[in-house]
């Protein structure tokens, strides 16, 4: 224990009335690589949110005489296009700015609507044990068996496309990762005596997993939360790859990659450049994320 | 004081047992492995008065602490009953349930393992007042808290902190006023003192000592030191293997014991003066307490036991009064041996 603890009044300095979360984000700060990442995966937030602001041209504006237009460092590019246009002439950087809207709003609802289902659900199996857990605990067996990839590709051919569509393909699978920690983590923090003590107290059900286990366990929820949202933006962009995601003409990073396939010898910059985006996104999010696991999971630091 | 005095216990405990099942997975299940079962309490019966500290005493692992825990149905009996002041407590419904809670409490043995770290002090120890709404405003919730803050001795701006701020002592303090906030009649201390420094134990001792007076308390004071029992108590329960083998006044069980294992016990606690006129007999037991999956038959101490005899193996012996409030389960009692007396302890082998 710290040495303020031979007082209370010498522990009430403001150094060690910090909470731990506090602490942690400290622990955060101090890691650059991750701080670095976190300020591209704001910086991406910000252009999705400001993208009207920031986009060049209306992203689904046509001009036929630009038609796979090069960058503007190559012969034949202007600055007014800087990343090139694609086959119907559209303003490639406008349609990545915009395309990141839709990469982050689908990650994002995704890994909300999955994380509430998957604490819900790993708190009740966990806590409540019994006939909840075995049938929790066989579902998300039963769910891990199938490909991922597949289940929301079949998934998305039976509820047809659509942006809702998407998030509830991808969530149908994806609650099972945070139920899964939340479940473990639920088994041993069930024992701790503070769990005891609440019983003992006459506290609920509801308010022991809500109020006393769920706020010790939500650390690697988070970490674990942050580092999925890379894997779910992958995964709409290769629904989106596939043409089973967002549909044309909204810009999207996968379907991007799909429209210059035909011409990724001559014209490289039509799949490219979204591809890069992705890649920039998706990197960022996971040192971010590491970086998170590193300063809240004591567990995991080297 | 104590039940002889005529008074109904407060609190009364009869035949109390609790087993643990633990069942095989599904193809050990069907290959017919059968359950295991481990009786970590058995038919334990007891009472304590209005007022009085009653201390459980024996080796980790005897069960000491679930029957405690089994007591205030953290665990849920096997069989057997537990009556509080006039109630079944081991009947009652959840909501019946819940109201009793405010009446019984327990202090833990571990004070960091014991406090929620991501809440305040004020949060847990508002707790049971919010729970079983005994404070009508934040404001009155927030004085009933910060009394029972100072009454048990920390500063008031305690309830600001979180419990990582504070030492393992400050901590029990903590989890005292917690279990103390909501006056209730009855506590069972789980043995508060044995993860503190022995400097802290004084204290600590000291302040549920004052507090059972200002508050007229009644305890089950778990604890294996038998200083701190022979300090608080006013009657004594030995345990061993998950029954009661001895139980009595403090001052009779303690410079009388007649159990073998209560006086292997009490050899090994240090004398101040080893030299001195009144040498007494050292017992030592050999093996390990036997493992509650697999009991011993007869008297579960026999095993281990300098005294035992055939009948020891195969009888199980029935607890029989020795003294005023004093009994225990021993098939030798009637010939008063005591394996502190150097004439009667048998030869180390």
Redesign the interface.
């Known amino acids: 224990?710290?040495t303020?603890?031979?007082?209370?009044?010498e522990?009430?300095t403001p150094a060690?009335?910090t909470?731990?979360f506090r602490r942690n984000m400290r622990d955060f700060a101090d890691n650059r690589l991750a701080l670095v990442s976190a300020v591209v995966v704001v910086l991406f937030v910000l252009m999705a949110l400001a993208a009207p602001l920031v986009a060049p041209h209306d992203p689904n504006a046509t001009d036929l005489f630009r038609r796979l237009q090069p960058p503007a460092w190559m012969e034949g590019g202007s600055w007014s296009y800087p990343l090139g246009a694609d086959a119907l002439g559209r303003d490639i950087l406008s349609r990545i700015i915009y395309g990141t809207r839709i990469s982050i709003f689908i990650g994002a609802a995704v890994i909300l609507v999955a994380t509430t289902i998957g604490i819900l659900a790993g708190l009740a199996a966990g806590y409540l044990r019994g006939w909840t857990d075995v049938a929790i605990s066989r579902l998300v067996d039963i769910l891990l068996g199938f490909p991922y990839l597949i289940f929301a590709i079949g998934l998305m051919a039976m509820m047809g496309p659509g942006l809702v569509n998407i998030i509830l393909a991808l969530a149908y699978k994806e609650w099972v990762i945070p139920c899964r920690v939340v479940r473990g983590e639920t088994l041993v923090t069930r024992e701790?005596?503070?769990v005891?003590?609440?019983?003992?107290?006459?506290?609920s059900r509801g308010?022991i997993m809500l109020r006393?286990i769920l706020?010790?366990i939500l650390s690697p929820v988070i970490v674990v939360s942050t580092i999925r949202m890379a894997h779910v933006i992958i995964l709409e962009a290769s629904l989106s790859f596939l043409g089973l995601g967002v549909q044309p003409p909204t810009a999207s990073w996968g379907a991007m990659v799909a429209d210059g396939r035909a011409f990724i010898l001559e014209s490289w910059w039509v799949s490219t450049f979204p591809g890069v985006a992705i890649l920039l996104l998706v990197l960022a999010i996971n040192v971010a994320s590491q970086g998170l696991r590193d300063a809240f999971d004591p567990r995991f630091s080297e | 004081m104590s039940t002889a005095d005529g008074d109904a216990p407060l609190l009364s405990v009869e035949g109390l047992s609790k087993t643990y099942v633990s069942r095989p997975g599904f193809v050990a299940r069907m290959a017919g492995t059968p359950d295991t079962r481990v009786q970590a309490v058995s038919d334990v019966s007891l009472q304590i008065g209005r007022g009085e500290i009653l201390g459980l005493i024996g080796e980790s692992g005897c069960g000491k602490s679930t029957l405690g825990r089994t007591i205030l149905r953290l665990h849920e009996p096997t069989t057997g009953r537990v009556t509080f002041d006039g109630t079944d407590v081991t009947a009652l419904d959840p909501a019946a349930m819940k109201a009793m809670r405010r009446r019984m409490q327990i202090i833990f043995q571990d004070p960091y393992a014991s406090l929620n770290p991501r809440r305040t002090v004020g949060d847990i120890i508002g707790l049971p007042l919010r729970l079983h709404r005994l404070a009508t405003s934040e404001a009155e919730l927030r004085d009933r808290v910060t009394e029972i803050v100072e009454r048990v001795g920390l500063k008031a701006r305690a309830v600001d902190l979180y419990p990582h701020q504070f030492s393992g002592g400050q901590r029990q303090r903590i989890g005292i006023a917690r279990a103390l906030v909501s006056h209730p009649e009855f506590i069972v201390c789980d043995e508060p003192v044995s993860a503190l420094d022995v400097s802290i134990q004084a204290q600590i001792v000291q302040l549920l000592l004052d507090l059972k007076r200002d508050m007229g308390l009644t305890y089950l004071f778990i604890s294996h030191d038998i200083s701190v029992i022979g300090y608080m108590a006013d009657r004594v329960a030995v345990m061993y293997l998950g029954e009661i083998v001895e139980q009595g006044p403090v001052e009779r069980v303690l410079s009388d014991p007649r159990h073998p294992y209560t006086q292997s016990l009490m050899s090994a606690v240090p004398e101040v003066h080893p030299q001195g006129p009144h040498k007494r007999g050292r017992v030592r037991l050999t093996g390990d307490l036997p493992s509650p999956l697999n009991p011993p038959s007869g008297c579960k101490f026999h095993t281990r036991c300098p005294l035992a005899i055939d009948a020891c193996r195969k009888v199980t012996p029935a607890t029989e009064g020795v003294g005023p409030g004093h009994s225990a389960a021993c098939h030798r009692l009637s010939e008063r041996l005591s394996l502190l007396d150097p004439d009667d302890a048998p030869a180390a082998p």
């Open positions: 224990m710290s303020a603890a031979q007082s209370p009044t522990a009430a060690a009335a909470s731990i701790l005596e503070y005891e003590a609440a019983r003992a107290l006459g506290a308010h006393e706020p010790n």
